[in-house]
């Protein structure tokens, strides 16, 4: 399956956004998705995965201001982000791994095999 992340871009602090994990060509059934960031020289951090039956799990540094969803008509997975921080700056990545678990979330990132190219978000103060 390709990915494809979008809605990233430049913010100030407080404002929101909804990034879009869209899957080219077919739906996310079967497919366990993630969201990651990457800040320059930091490692990619887990954020928030899904199962494709809706399960979901968040990391606790992002618990109550991130929200993932998804749209199967759309096959498309959401990442709300609210009252954004300068510290959310970063590359943020989509990925997915197909499985017969539906209640499946990974929050690993060697766990998927599919990866977005990823979307800049720049919080300024």
């Known amino acids: 399956v390709q990915l494809q992340a979008s809605g990233g871009g430049l913010v100030q602090a407080g404002d929101s956004l909804r990034l879009s994990c869209a899957a080219s060509g077919r739906s996310f059934s079967n497919y366990a998705v993630g969201w990651f960031r990457q800040a320059p020289g930091k490692e990619r951090e887990f954020l928030s995965g899904i199962s494709w039956s809706g399960r979901t799990d968040y990391a606790d540094s992002v618990k109550g201001r991130f929200t993932i969803s998804s749209d199967n008509g759309k096959n498309t997975v959401y990442l709300q982000i609210d009252s954004l921080k300068t510290g959310d700056t970063a590359i943020y990545y989509c990925?997915?791994?197909?499985?017969?678990?539906?209640?499946?979330?990974?929050?690993?990132?060697?766990?998927?095999?599919?990866w977005g190219q990823g979307t800049q978000v720049t919080v300024s103060s």
């Open positions: 990925a997915a791994k197909f499985t017969p678990y539906s209640r499946l979330v990974l929050i690993t990132s060697p766990q998927y095999d599919y």
